[in-house]
Nanobody, 121 residues
Framework: QVQLVESGGGLVQPGGSLRLSCAAS????????MGWYRQAPGKQRELVAS???????NYADSVKGRFTISRDNTKNTLYVQMNSLKPEDTAVYYC???????????????WGRGTQVTVSS
């Protein structure tokens, strides 16, 4: 069974930094695209940043220049370094991975349960 587990969330003051991690485990054959999404109260889930297996990245305009997404393919782990955090970055952050399950050998999207990020003074 494949699992994605996020960590690294918490409370930070405006202008501060956090680094989120997402570890994928279980029967994994290969991982394609990975990404971070977030959902604030009363709002739809939105893409924050994504990264291909080859390292190509894409960012939401709201986080460009402040967030950096990366991945370690040897550890099946996704990261996002978040700098210059703003109150509007407050949300639950979710990890997403498009991967091939080693048992079924089919590609499917998987989600973590999310980690809370709160930016407040």
């Amino acid at each position: 069974q494949v699992q994605l587990v996020e960590s690294g969330g918490g409370l930070v003051q405006p202008g501060g930094s956090l680094r989120l991690s997402c570890a994928a485990s279980g029967s994994i054959f290969t991982i394609y695209n990975m990404g971070w999404y977030r959902q604030a109260p009363g709002k739809q889930r939105e893409l924050v940043a994504s990264i291909t297996s080859g390292g190509n990245t894409n960012y939401a305009d709201s986080v460009k220049g402040r967030f950096t997404i990366s991945r370690d393919n040897t550890k099946n782990t996704l990261y996002v370094q978040m700098n210059s955090l703003k109150p509007e970055d407050t949300a639950v952050y979710y990890c997403n991975a498009e991967l091939v399950d080693g048992v079924t050998m089919t590609a499917s999207p998987y989600w973590g349960r999310g980690t809370q990020v709160t930016v407040s003074s």
